[in-house]
Nanobody, 121 residues
C-alpha cells in the first residue's frame, strides 16, 4: 500500500520557521523525484520545490528561493521542506508528491494528503 504521510504544518508568525516532513512507504523511494507543492485558497496548486533521486539537485519556485530548502533522507524514506522567513503569502496546504524518474520508467506518481501551513502577520 502506497503512502505519503506529511507532517509538520501549523500556525507560525511572519518571519518564523517550520519544517515539513513527508514519509514514503509502499514503493521504492530511491526511484522517485520528490516534490513539494502548495495550494492557497482560491488559487491553483503550484510547485514549490523539487529534488532529484540522488538528492544532489534541487530546484525552487522564485517565490521561495533563498528561504526554503528541500532535502531527502534515503535511510528514512523521507523528504523535508525547511521553511524559513515565512510570509503570510506562504499560507497554503502543502502537498508532497512522488514522481518516478524517467530513467526508471516514469509514468507513476503519488500524492500525500496535505498539511496546512498558516503564517500570521
Amino acid at each position: 500500500q502506497v503512502q505519503l504521510v506529511e507532517s509538520g504544518g501549523g500556525l507560525v508568525q511572519s518571519g518564523g520557521s517550520l519544517r515539513l516532513s513527508c514519509t514514503a512507504s509502499g514503493f521504492t523511494f530511491s526511484m522517485y523525484t520528490m516534490n513539494w507543492h502548495r495550494q492557497a485558497p482560491g488559487k491553483e496548486r503550484e510547485l514549490v520545490a523539487t529534488i532529484t533521486t540522488s538528492g544532489i539537485t534541487a530546484n525552487y519556485a522564485n517565490s521561495v528561493k533563498g528561504r526554503f530548502t528541500i532535502s531527502r533522507d534515503a535511510a528514512k524514506n523521507t523528504v523535508y521542506l525547511q521553511m524559513n522567513s515565512l510570509k503570510p503569502e506562504d499560507t497554503a496546504v502543502y502537498y508532497c508528491r512522488a514522481l518516478r524518474a524517467p530513467k526508471y520508467g516514469g509514468n507513476m506518481e503519488f500524492w500525500g494528503q496535505g498539511t496546512q501551513v498558516t503564517v500570521s502577520s
